[in-house]
């Protein structure tokens, strides 16, 4: 098991696992060091198959800039209906994380804050 980067907050922590065409084996390596070096990305890497595994904090980053940050390495994703599924549930999770990571609890004895 990998230790997190101390600025990760390990409950927001989303995992990513994307297959990216297109890319030459250096600029792979571009693209797994410029992850690994953001400070919102906890751990990137190459598997076989050319797929990238990503775990970024999510409360701070998104599935979208992760494919803006590969679109610009050169790459792209992968089509089809099963890579468009799992990107919509990605996206739908992020906003799920992201609205958890705002959340503020309140005490059951008050009343619930009113909706803005």
């Known amino acids: 098991m990998k230790a997190h980067k101390p600025t990760s907050q390990v409950q927001f922590l989303l995992r990513r ?3 990216v065409k297109g890319l030459t084996d250096s600029q792979w390596n571009d693209l797994v ?4 070096h953001h400070p919102c990305v906890d751990f990137a890497e190459r598997k076989a198959g050319n797929q990238l595994l990503v775990t970024f904090d999510g409360s701070h ?3 979208d800039a ?3 940050l590969i679109d610009t390495s050169g ?12 990107l919509a549930w990605y996206r739908f999770t992020d906003d799920n994380v992201r609205a ?3 959340h503020e609890p309140f005490c059951c ?3 619930p804050p009113m909706k803005k």
Do not use: Q, V
């Open 17 to 19: 696992k994307l297959t």
């Open 109 to 111: 004895s008050k009343i």
């Open 33 to 36: 060091h410029e992850l690994n």
């Open 61 to 63: 980053w998104s599935t």
């Open 75 to 86: 790459g792209r994703l992968e089509t089809g209906w099963w890579a468009r599924r799992k």
């Open 100 to 102: 958890n990571a705002k």
């Open 66 to 68: 992760l494919l803006e």
